[in-house]
């Protein structure tokens, strides 16, 4: 089928309608067909391009960016190059805070779009001066004319997946959709594609898919705050609950732990011809476990593939690294 007939005016009107495809090889023998939203195809390779414009428009809009102003953001690289994409259209100047457990690809990544980047210690809580978000907190209110996107409790988040990313599953799948899998880093896509599906069909399960050491699971579960423990798996999860992420909205949330996670990015790499991250492999495995159960031809699981691996390469796509950390 033909696609992108129109001509455009800049990167940022290619954000969006990412294609969605059938997981048949790795998802073989199960009656319920599962299908993958491609989010790695958006411009910038990752489904955080869609909040970084309209984070950006918001602060435009409310009086907070002005022309020549600064965007400063703790992001585990996707967000930041969301924002970078979206600020080198527009001509602001970004600053991002970054953790020292992400991948040397997001740091290269970010400072190829002309993003000046800030490494902050992974091992520090997230109320400490030195966690990459309080870090970037701090920056924003130093800088005159700079704005901190604040992704985590920025309400433009969940708004534009409930505005564009539903809203394509819905018509991709002629409202076919049952199921839909998702993690939280943010909570921003689960929260609005969930919110929107809901309101389509309010049948539709939204699961969400965590990593072992992530507290949202057990909180969501229990009501009670465990203590985080470290996982690799990098983007998803969290030490904290997120304001962007609506706990209501999520039917169920399973955990799967960095070996499985890892294990099922590289099958999807390798028999789907799909070229994906960590947190891809997490929310996959996730969603052919409910394909299982479910065990239902007239139903459909819909999962976002959420970047590509080519930010993993150093990683996930690793065997030295792999052996290292004992997840081969």
């Known amino acids: 089928m033909p696609q992108h007939r129109q001509l455009y005016e800049s990167v940022l009107e290619m954000i969006g309608w990412t294609p969605m495809v059938r997981l048949g090889r790795v998802g073989a023998g199960i009656p319920t067909p599962v299908y993958g939203k491609a989010e790695f195809m958006n411009p910038g390779g990752s489904i955080k391009d869609r909040i970084g414009p309209a984070i950006i428009e918001a602060a435009e809009r409310e009086g907070r960016l002005r022309p020549g102003g600064t965007i400063v953001e703790g992001t585990s690289g996707n967000t930041g190059i969301g924002l970078a994409i979206a600020a080198a259209e527009k001509g602001y100047r970004c600053i991002f805070t970054i953790s020292d457990k992400m991948s040397q690809e997001k740091v290269r990544l970010l400072r190829a779009f002309g993003a000046e980047v800030i490494v902050t210690p992974a091992a520090v809580p997230p109320d400490h001066p030195d966690h990459y978000v309080s870090t970037a907190k701090r920056i924003a209110g130093e800088l005159p004319n700079a704005v901190f996107a ?37 909570g921003g896509t689960i929260s609005g594609v969930g919110r929107f599906l809901k309101e389509k069909n309010p049948g539709i399960r939204i699961i969400g898919a965590d990593p072992v050491g992530s507290v949202l699971c057990h909180y969501a579960e229990t009501g009670e705050m465990p203590e985080a423990a470290p996982y690799k798996v990098e983007g998803i999860g969290q030490d904290k609950i997120p304001g962007a992420l609506d706990l209501g909205v999520v039917d169920e949330w399973r955990s799967v732990d960095d070996r499985s996670a890892f294990d099922m990015a590289r099958r999807l790499t390798r028999e789907e011809g799909l070229f994906v991250g960590g947190s891809t492999g997490l929310i996959v495995h996730v969603a052919l476990e409910i394909a299982r159960e479910v065990a239902d031809p007239e139903a459909l699981v819909v999962c976002i593939l959420c970047d590509t691996g080519e930010r993993y390469l150093s990683k996930v796509y690793n065997e030295e690294w792999l052996r290292a950390n004992e997840l081969l």
């Not at 534009?160 to 998702?182: M, S």
């Open 150 to 186: 604040d992704q985590f409790y920025n309400a433009a988040n969940p708004e534009v997946h409930y505005r564009t990313t539903g809203p394509e599953i819905w018509e991709q799948t002629q409202g076919r959709v049952t199921h839909f899998v998702a993690s939280a880093g943010t």
